[in-house]
């Protein structure tokens, strides 16, 4: 019913596609197909059209279908493990951009949102657009203390539009799902998801406001990297004003050697950021690209970047930051089986997974690369292709690790459009792991003990008793995860010799969290190490011994 509303919309789509001789993906589309009967009467395209390749022609075609189709090429640009390198290319260049509305238009809006007159919120607004993309404009203005600012605000309707269009993406990949003989790849379904969740995150600028002061503060030196200050007091979901900045895009090489910027130290410094975000910090900026990534002209001795549109962000859970960061180093030393150990490990492929034909495929990937001089290896361009070939073996990929994936893409452009030597290995192999090295050392093991231990002591007498629970459940039929009978009869007669092995085990955790814990309380008292286990060790088994 769905494809049947909207197709008028739908078949102006199949004519533009047609226009650009992509009649591939008009043909894969069942709707589409009475086209065929009238394709005569559409116009031959150009010349010039059909000598480009497939990639320009979509990406032209998307650009004509609107700027919702063009956020959908954006994200599909990401999906280099879904579709080819050489469309991914052409899709990365689409720029989001379309003419500015109304000045005064955007003047309403901030008043309406902020309730209060613009001469009270600006001493200086300026109505003229210094930007403008399909979700928001941007303009310039001055506060009353004579700080410059920028002020972001939303299109006016544009919730609704965005929510027709996403039916209309939804429609369009319900189409392809069902017709397109490579659905099963290219999960289109799964590609309209990851733009409808995308345009969700960037209609709320506040969301985007609140990532920016957490970039801020985890560089708050500003060393390395600037990101603008976010004036709260005058934003909303709708309007969100920052500290303006000044510098140049990160691609505009000839403005930074103008400055006499030493290009060398900032690739470097670039590649160091992007491991320092992910891994340091768990949060970085996922739409990197040299747009977003200003070159700060005026820092001669120490130079820098800054940091702009805060709309797309990521982060990883604890788990998987920690496997991919191994997989990185074990990457860097060219140890195969342990990568193949890893992906298991972190849960991303099925345990009957035959690890040495792993091995092989990760060994097949990667010894070609290694030929080749360090300075002329892609990491991303490596980690892509081991993507790839892991999904022969069933790979679950997270939206996360795409993400990170389409980021480590972009900062390595940049990297090498600043220093086309740059040795990415060299740079990133000692960083990440001092990172590593800090983040999972003994001193930061205890600090987060002391932060959980709360947590533990206060569930840790229940640990023996739910197991307990649990055995007595599966050896009286009541779950289902056992059901041989021999195995029913030994579980109850483990249950007691478990439940007394458990509490005997709870004991030594105990007394080694616990000592740990009191050792890191109090390093400056006179306890020592074995007084404190000692002490620990007792009210451990006072306060944790489990009852019967």
């Known amino acids: 019913m769905t494809s049947l509303r909207l197709a008028p919309r739908l078949l102006r789509v199949a004519a533009i596609l047609l226009k650009y001789q992509l009649d591939e993906l008009v043909d894969g589309a069942h709707l589409f197909r009475p086209l065929k ?4 009467m559409f116009p031959r395209a150009p010349a010039e059209v059909r000598a480009l390749p497939r990639g320009a022609r979509l990406r032209l075609a998307l650009t004509e279908l609107g700027p919702i189709f063009v956020k959908a090429g954006q994200v599909l640009s990401t ?4 579709v080819p390198g050489d469309v991914a290319d052409e899709l990365a260049l689409l720029q989001d951009q379309v003419p500015p509305f109304p000045g005064a238009e955007a003047r309403a809006i901030v008043e309406r949102e902020l309730k209060a007159p613009i001469g009270t919120l600006y001493a200086r607004f300026d109505e003229n657009a210094l930007a403008s993309a399909s979700i928001a404009q941007v303009h310039a203005a001055t506060l009353h203390d004579g700080r410059e600012v920028v002020v972001k605000v939303l299109r006016p309707g544009i919730d609704k539009r965005i929510a027709r269009d996403v039916d209309l993406l939804h429609a369009l990949g319900e189409l392809a799902q069902r017709w397109h003989p490579n659905a099963d790849k290219i999960r289109p379904l799964e590609v309209v998801a990851e733009v409808e969740k995308m345009l969700s995150n960037e209609l709320d600028l506040q969301r985007e406001g609140a990532s920016a002061s957490l970039l801020r503060r985890n560089f ?11 004036h709260w007091e005058l ?13 140049v895009s990160a691609d505009d090489i000839a403005a930074i050697d103008r400055a006499g910027l030493d290009r060398k130290r900032l690739a470097e410094k670039g590649v ?3 491991y320092e975000q992910v891994f340091r910090d768990n949060f970085f900026h996922a739409d990197a690209h040299p747009g977003n990534i200003w070159v700060d002209l005026t820092r001669l001795d120490e130079p820098r970047f800054i940091a ?3 709309g797309i962000m990521g982060s990883l859970p604890e788990a998987d930051q920690y496997w991919l960061a191994e997989n990185f180093i074990a990457l860097f030393e060219r140890d195969y089986a342990r990568i193949a150990q890893l992906h298991v490990a972190a849960g991303w492929m099925p345990t009957t997974v035959r690890l040495d034909e792993l091995e092989a495929a990760v060994r097949t990937v990667c010894e070609p690369y290694f030929t080749r001089p360090l300075s002329q290896i892609s990491i991303a361009e490596l980690v892509v292709k081991l993507f790839q070939t892991a999904r022969r073996f069933e790979l679950t990929l997270q939206p996360q690790l795409i993400l990170l994936q389409k980021t480590l893409l972009n900062i390595e452009g940049v990297g090498r459009m600043l220093d086309p030597d740059i040795d990415i290995w060299a740079v990133a192999h000692p960083v990440l792991k001092r990172i590593l090295r800090e983040r999972y050392s003994v001193r930061a093991t205890l600090r987060d003990v002391r932060r959980r231990l709360p947590e533990w002591i206060h569930t840790a007498p229940r640990v023996p008793e739910l197991v307990r629970d649990a055995l007595r459940q599966v050896a009286s039929g009541e779950r289902r995860e056992v059901a041989d009978p021999l195995v029913v009869l030994q579980a109850r007669e483990e249950s007691r010799r478990l439940h007394r092995v458990l509490a005997c085990g709870f004991l030594g955790a105990a007394l080694l969290v616990g000592s740990a814990v009191v050792y890191a309380l109090a390093p400056h008292t006179h306890w020592s190490l074995p007084g404190a286990f000692a002490v620990a060790g007792l009210a451990a088994f006072v306060v944790g011994w489990p009852r019967r």
Request: glycine share 8%.
């Open 220 to 230: 708050a030196s500003g060393i390395d990297l600037y990101v603008p200050e976010v």
């Open 272 to 274: 160091r950021l992007f």
């Open 79 to 82: 999906r280099r493990d879904l």
């Open 37 to 40: 009967l009238v394709r005569a």
């Open 235 to 247: 934003s909303t979901e709708g309007v969100l004003t920052l500290e303006r900045v000044h510098g």
């Open 308 to 310: 702009l549109d805060f």
